[in-house]
């Protein structure tokens, strides 16, 4: 399902900009039925848009409104002109490009309309790898179709890129406007072949900076109330139990019985809610299982089955069916059938 927010990115408008033409026109709810009907705004959409502002308004909400004077607004549910982010297969071509604020990047490679920039001295190995693994997060049973179109809607609508560096000075060089979703990952940390040697040796940290950006700029865009993050979404709920109690800062020291420690004083809130995300996701799908001494300072979930039984609340969102989350941890090697 497609959200009002990437919907209304297509004729350049803001959730802000419908907003304020629907609270200006609700003495006239015919030209807001109007306007919705012409540009493919459904009722659902509108949910979003009033929202903004109205916390708590619901689809039947809309529909009563419009029913009361006499409209019937299914017809906008009706409608199949809704279009959608389209995009292309990826077939990994690494492209020379002249993307603006992106200059200093001489190559990318594009994955379902995500740019992945690769610095001079990045070795096409690691973009290659980089753009596989992002492939597989965004189609994770390779058959050419993205799992959940509405986070690959926000990915595209935020401007999420992903840029590989390096040199710590790499990144420097990129336009400062551009960074806002921008991800970066390292060459060094950048590892194809910690797959090839059964998930032991230095982790390959493409898993978790390309499944950092589908959650904080995708998710959470998607579903706000559930991935949002910010206090009180379900995930964030979820995470103030397994960290032992809601810490908007990071606490001198985690309650004993806490199984999410990080402590890292650069990472607010938000942040948390991306690497909980991160760490509950790729424990389920097998990547921890040889890391526990590495990683039990700040998580000690390890498996899929200590996820289940220690965090259920985590695991229930994250196993949900109707979220198209991945089944199956990426190894680079994006694959598509048919």
Known sequence: MKTARSHLYDYDLALDDAYRFVSSNLNNPQIIYDTCLSYGVTNSMLVEIVNTEMSGVTKSQVIDFFASHEIDSNDL????????????????????HSDSGFDWFNRKIDVFGIPIYAAPAVGEDKL????NI?????????????????????LIVNKATVALWAE?????????GMQQFMMDLGSEETRPEWHLKGHTGEFDASLEELWHLVTQTGYAYQ??????????????????????G??????????ELAWYTYDDPSCDYGCMNTEYMYWGMTSI?????NREDEIS??????????????????????????????????????????
């Open 77 to 96: 549910d009706s409608s199949t002109s809704v279009p959608v982010v389209s995009y292309s297969t990826p077939d990994f071509n690494v492209l020379s």
């Open 128 to 131: 290659l790898h980089a753009a």
């Open 134 to 154: 992002m492939a597989q997060w965004l189609d994770n049973n390779e058959d050419g179709l993205i799992d959940n179109q509405g986070v690959l809607d926000n």
């Open 168 to 176: 710590d000075t790499d990144t420097d060089l990129i336009t400062e």
């Open 223 to 244: 579903y706000p109330e559930v991935f949002g993050e910010k206090v009180g979404s379900s995930v964030a709920n979820a995470m103030d139990i397994a960290r032992g």
């Open 246 to 255: 809601q810490f908007i800062e990071i606490p001198a020291q985690y309650p």
């Open 285 to 289: 799908l097998g990547a921890q299982e």
């Open 297 to 338: 300072h700040e998580w000690k979930l390890n498996t899929k089955e200590l996820v289940q039984s220690t965090d259920p609340a985590l695991y229930d969102l994250l196993t949900d069916p109707q979220y198209n989350f991945p089944t199956v941890l990426p190894d680079g090697s994006y694959n598509l059938i048919g």
